[in-house]
């Protein structure tokens, strides 16, 4: 999840589920056609389990011709004073950042990339204390690099990450519930690429999908249902899971974070 206010979690924009979801990009975890009628109702529940969290949450209507438009942490870096919009690594995706920079730019000022700088906002996570950038099929150096300046101006330093080809992005296999904490797919990141945080909660392979989280202050934390050895590991570590149906979010190689764009 992308940018400073992913720690404060009070406003998030998600974007409802197209007509066309049946067309999302799939490689990773997808198994068959996504249904977008069991992906609307799913939808709606997650927008409810934000609510429940005490998110004031904005739902956007879909853009249709984009098919993956219900992930907007893709679209947007967010920071305290400003936005920088993505140049998204999948080219299918491009059409789905202006509506947001337009969303966007009475509350904040709008940083565009430069043209070959590349970033999907699902290789960012802010922990906290710093920003974690994916290397990835959707992320280049060139991307990185731009967003670790824009976060060095702001004070915030960045650590680069290498997403592993198993994966699509950085968001896909960790998530940090509280700064010093990653949540962390074994069989996709590595122990060396985590040694700078105090604890992680390995996620066993064959559930890494459940590493994608959202965590709140007081501890609760949304996980997909499905996944019993991870939400055993999460609770046992303090948390209060709240469960989620995800199945045909997760056809589409979308994670809990992927729907929704955190802003204040
Ligand atoms: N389906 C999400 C993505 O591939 O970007």
Known sequence: MPGVFD????RAIVRKISEDYEDALSTYFGTKSPDSVAAKDQHRGYVDALRSCGVEVEILDALEGHPDCC??????????????????????????????????????KIQRMPPDAMMDGGDVIYTGSKILIGLSTRTNAMGAEFLS??????????????????????????????????????????????????????????EAYAANTIA?????????????????????????????????????????????????
Do not use: Y
Request: overall charge negative; aromatic content about 6%; hydrophobic content about 40%.
């Open 149 to 206: 300046k824009f976060a060095a101006e702001r004070n915030i330093s960045t650590q680069i990450i290498e997403v592993p080809k198993t994966t699509l992005h950085l968001t896909t296999v960790c998530s940090v519930p509280r700064d010093g904490t990653i949540i962390a797919a074994e069989g996709h990141l590595r122990p060396d690429q985590l040694e700078s945080f105090d604890e992680v909660i390995w996620v066993p392979a064959e």
């Open 7 to 10: 720690r404060k979690r009070r």
């Open 71 to 108: 992930f907007v942490e893709d679209t947007a870096i967010v920071f305290e004073d400003a936005v920088v919009i993505c140049n998204p690594g999948h080219a299918s995706r491009a059409g789905e950042v202006n509506s947001i920079a337009e969303r966007l730019s009475n509350d904040f």
């Open 216 to 264: 709140f202050e007081d501890g609760r934390i949304i996980i997909s249902d499905g996944f019993p050895i991870t939400i055993e590991r999460i609770r046992k570590a303090g948390f209060e899971p709240i469960l989620i149906a995800m199945s045909e979010i997760m056809q589409a190689d979308g994670s809990l974070t992927c729907l929704s764009l955190f802003i204040g």
